[in-house]
Structure formats: C-alpha cells, structure tokens
C-alpha cells in the first residue's frame, strides 16, 4: 500500500507542475484543477491494484475502484462519499474505512458484524452495529452497496463458498428489513479468501469470518454529477 501512495502523489505533484505551467489551467478554479490531479491518482491505484486483484487481492476494494468516473464529476462524487465515510465512521466508532477514489471500502470484523463458528445468523452484536449504518445509508440512497461474505479456513472450500455466501445474504435480508432498498445491494460469497489473519488460532478465524462493503455511486448520482459539472 505504501508502494500505491508513493505512485500517487509521483502521479499529482507530476501533474500538478503540468497544470501549473499551463495558460489554460490557470483559467480552472481549484475544484477543478484537485480533479483533475484526482483521477491521475486514481487511475494510478487502478492500474496497480487491478493488477493486485487479478492475482486474488481484495475483491472488495476491486469493486471501489472500478467505480471511477473521473474528471471534475468524480471529484463532485468523491466529496458527497467524504461526507458518507465521515458519517459512518461517526455511527461506527472503531469500524475501518477506507475511501478509496470514488467510492468506500468498509470492513465489518470481529468488534461490528461477527459470526459464530459455522453460522450464518447475524449475532445481536453485529444487528445492534447494523442498526446504526441504517440512517447513514438511508441518507445517501444513491449509492449501490455491495456485500462480500467471508470465512475462516476450517472445512471445505465448497462449503466454506456456501456459508460465506449465506453470510452476505443475512446481512442485506436484515438491511432491507429496515426499509433500505434490495435493489442497492449486491450479495458476493468469497470463502476463505482474502484473510486478514492467521486461519492457525481461534483468534485469527474469528478475525477471517468477517463482511465487507464496496460503496459506489448508482447511475443516478453519476448522472447528477455529470449535469452539475457541467457535462
């Protein structure tokens, strides 16, 4: 992740000098020109992390990048999903999120959405956290929410596939039993891949049974965006 941060800002201080020395840039505003540099980056992590997901990376934070509109309508897009992240951040105290782009990785662990060993039930635990991203998503309908399922690495990976498939399906069932559109979300079963600890100790697979939110924008924002950039 360093190596991606370092690509980056290599990618905006480059551009940033280009529109610097530019008769046209200095006619843009700063929205403008910090979209700009904006997409370069984002195009940057894309490349670099497309690659990394090709090879079995993250699935979910896949989903965030491929999301990108770019240009100054992203840049509008990435400011409404600045105010969501910060709100969920707010909700979910402890919770990680990661804005990526233009759109939202959120990873639901051991402390918010757990599940037992070899269940798929939503604990009272993760209804109760749950229940305090509802308003946030209630606020911004405008988002599409997908939701990966994991598991630990006990039993085979064909069951471990179904359980984990089960697990993002509970959580958008009890989603849209609290009055959010089906429509939004997107159900993934991943198994036991992408752990984000040791499948060796009990702590470790509690870890590993886990869900995750890839957060984008809908056609609709995407269209809202356009039109108020001007496109």
Not at 195 to 219: C, H, L, Q, Y
Request: hydrophobic content about 40%.
């Amino acid at each position: 992740m360093k190596k991606v941060k370092i690509y980056v800002l290599v990618g905006a201080v480059a551009l940033s000098s280009l529109l610097g020395s530019c008769e046209a840039a200095k006619n843009t505003n700063k929205t403008q020109r910090g979209a700009a540099i904006g997409a370069v980056g984002g195009a940057v992590i894309g490349g670099i992390l497309g690659n990394n997901i090709g090879k079995g990376g993250n699935t979910a934070l896949g989903a965030v990048i491929g999301g990108v509109v770019g240009g100054v309508a992203g840049g509008l897009i990435g400011n409404k999903m600045d105010k969501q992240a910060r709100e969920i951040k707010e909700a979910l105290p402890g919770v990680e999120v990661q804005r990526v782009g233009e759109g939202i990785h959120l990873v639901l662990g051991e402390n918010s959405v757990n599940f037992d060993f070899n269940k798929s039930n939503l604990t009272a635990t993760a209804k109760q956290n749950l229940d305090k991203l509802v308003p946030v998503f209630k606020e911004y309908p405008d988002t599409n929410i997908q939701i990966f399922g994991y598991t630990d690495s006990k039993g085979s990976d064909e069951y471990n596939l179904s359980l984990s498939e089960q697990r993002s399906a509970a959580v958008k069932n009890y989603l849209a039993s609290k009055g959010l559109v089906a429509s939004r979300f997107k159900t993934v079963g991943m198994g036991e891949a992408d752990p984000v600890a040791d499948n060796e100790t009990d702590a470790g697979r509690s870890k590993n049974r886990r869900v995750e939110f890839a957060i984008t924008a809908n056609e609709k924002m995407v269209q809202d965006a356009k039109k108020e950039a001007g496109n």
